[in-house]
């Protein structure tokens, strides 16, 4: 059973960064698939950024540029770093891992069925 825990989410001005982390336990066999999505209010979830279980990486056009999704295998946790940060970036930041395996960043992140979820962590872009 896989247990994501998110943090990092606060308060931050427009243009300003924040990191997301995401720490993964009760699984370390083989490689699987993780996405950051993300819910603001009255819309729609959306994914945000994905590591496929490849190795590979993709970013939603919405933020590309502006985030960067990575990995620390040696310490089991996700990464979002959120550069120049806008206030339509407001939402519930959510981690969810996938363990399907030949998965590309690309075919995960047009999922919306993921395998496991963790509870979220909340990012507020003020302008």
């Known amino acids: 059973q896989i247990q994501l825990m998110e943090s990092g989410g606060e308060p931050v001005q427009a243009g300003g960064s924040l990191r997301l982390s995401c720490v993964v336990s009760?699984?370390?066999?083989?490689?699987?698939?993780m996405v950051w999505f993300r819910q603001a209010p009255g819309k729609d979830r959306e994914g945000v950024a994905a590591i496929g279980s490849d190795g590979s990486t993709s970013v939603a056009d919405s933020v590309k540029g502006r985030f960067t999704i990575s990995k620390d295998n040696a310490k089991n946790t996700l990464y979002l770093e959120m550069n120049s940060l806008k206030p339509e970036d407001t939402a519930m930041y959510y981690c969810?891992?996938?363990?399907?395996?030949?998965?590309?960043?690309?075919?995960?992140?047009?999922?919306?069925?993921?395998?496991?979820w963790g509870k979220g962590t909340l990012v507020t872009i003020s302008s």
């Open positions: 009760g699984y370390t066999y083989g490689s699987y698939s």
């Open positions: 969810a891992a996938d363990l399907a395996l030949g998965m590309s960043a690309v075919q995960v992140l047009a999922q919306e069925v993921m395998d496991y």
